[in-house]
């Protein structure tokens, strides 16, 4: 996991942005072989907070590319309801955000995800929890 400590500030709903990367991590770590790696980096890039989960599975079907956020499209994985995608985009966009695939191959793949980075004033600022 590659996630700088001095990352800014963003405005969002923890519990909906807990899906969308429960979902993304549940999806890499579906698709990715044992002893295989799938990893999490965030920074900012511009004006966004940028969050890429990447996998070296077996990348997403040719079939299913340009669909893979709509409902019910579904690589056929067992269980699967073909949703975890969508959800993740409807969450994303009702954030100002987007989400997309940065890059898919046989050699892996790596979701994008990107929030609107918030100035918040001096009182919207939470105190820091020292670790």
Do not use: C
Not at 4 to 21: G, K, M, N, Q
Not at 24 to 36: D, I, Q, R, S, V
Not at 87 to 98: E, N, P, Q, R, T
Request: aromatic content about 4%; hydrophobic content about 40%; glycine content about 10%.
């Amino acid at each position: 996991m590659h996630i700088p400590r001095d990352l800014p500030l963003v405005r969002f709903d923890a519990l909906l942005i807990e899906r969308v990367l429960v979902n993304l991590l549940e999806n890499a770590a579906k698709y990715t072989p044992p002893g295989a790696k799938v990893t999490v980096a965030a920074e900012v890039i511009g004006d966004h907070l940028s969050v890429s989960v990447s996998d070296n599975g077996p990348g997403i079907p040719v079939a299913i590319r340009n669909n893979l956020f709509d409902p019910f499209v579904s690589a056929g994985k067992p269980n699967g309801t073909g949703l975890g995608l969508a959800i993740v985009s409807k969450i994303i966009a009702d954030h100002g955000g987007g989400v997309s695939v940065e890059s898919t191959s046989k050699s892996g793949t790596t979701f994008l995800v990107k929030l609107p980075r918030t100035q918040l004033s001096p009182n919207e600022i939470p105190e820091r929890v020292a670790t």
